[in-house]
């Protein structure tokens, strides 16, 4: 079955540091790879989505890359900002999925002032 | 734009009992998805409905059901509920079912005493 890892539980970084947070799956390569935010006791928030023939999206301050060679997908925060921290949860979606997304355990982000 | 929408937000249920979560999606939203989140094991996929049918389910035991009306609002039922079944209840509405990022409620948290 598809196994999904974000590798980091934690990380702690510097406010106006770059946040690198890691997405690895193995088998087979989604359709969608998406990244969602979630703040304690609320729901997930959409924040990027990428295709798997693309290579890199962007918005504003966040940068999302997926390799489907190396099975990853890293998720970058620049300039990052205290009200950054939360939980990051990245999730594949494939062709048909019908609402199934399958969800990393996530890594908490922590940007200290 | 309404958001998606959990009732209720706080839910305390005896063992063996039954339960039942509603969600509203965002106005123009026919998918819609249910998560089960707790600490050991994430976000785990239940079912999603679109227009009224059932289209995709999860692995979580018979005890877990849903239903979906003509206006999209969608219920989960959970019967003879277990200690285990305490978690967060997340609901998911999209525009399409696959493709799109999903808009998920703040959720119900649900615990069995």
């Known amino acids: 079955s598809q196994k999904i890892e974000q590798n980091s539980e934690a990380l702690n970084i510097q406010e106006g540091k770059t946040a690198t947070l890691t997405c690895n799956y193995t088998?087979?390569?989604?359709?969608?790879l998406q990244w969602y935010r979630q703040d304690p006791g609320r729901g997930p928030v959409f924040l990027l989505l990428?295709?798997?023939?693309?290579k890199e999206k962007r918005k504003e301050r966040l940068k999302v890359t997926f390799d489907t060679t190396l099975k990853q997908s890293l998720f970058h925060i620049t300039a990052s900002q205290p009200a950054d921290s939360a939980t990051y949860l990245c999730?594949?979606?494939?062709?048909?999925?019908?609402?199934?997304?399958?969800f990393g355990k996530g890594t908490k982000l922590s940007v200290k002032p | 734009k309404a958001g998606v929408t959990q009732t209720p937000r706080y839910l305390i249920k005896t063992r063996g009992q039954q339960v039942t979560l509603s969600c509203s999606p965002i106005s123009g939203h026919r998918s819609v998805s249910w998560y089960q989140q707790t600490p050991g094991q994430g976000l785990q996929f239940l079912f999603e409905y679109f227009s009224e049918t059932q289209r995709n389910k999860g692995n979580f035991p018979g005890r877990f059901s849903g239903r979906q009306f003509s206006n999209s609002r969608s219920e989960m039922n959970v019967s003879t509920l277990e200690l285990g079944d305490s978690a967060l209840y997340l609901c998911?509405?999209?525009?399409?079912?696959?493709?799109?990022?999903?808009?998920f409620g703040s959720g119900t948290r649900l615990t069995v005493v």
């Open positions: 998911a509405s999209s525009l399409t079912s696959s493709g799109g990022g999903y808009t």
């Open positions: 088998n087979y390569s989604p359709a969608y």
């Open positions: 999730a594949l979606e494939y062709g048909g999925s019908q609402g199934n997304l399958i």
């Open positions: 990428i295709r798997e023939n693309e």
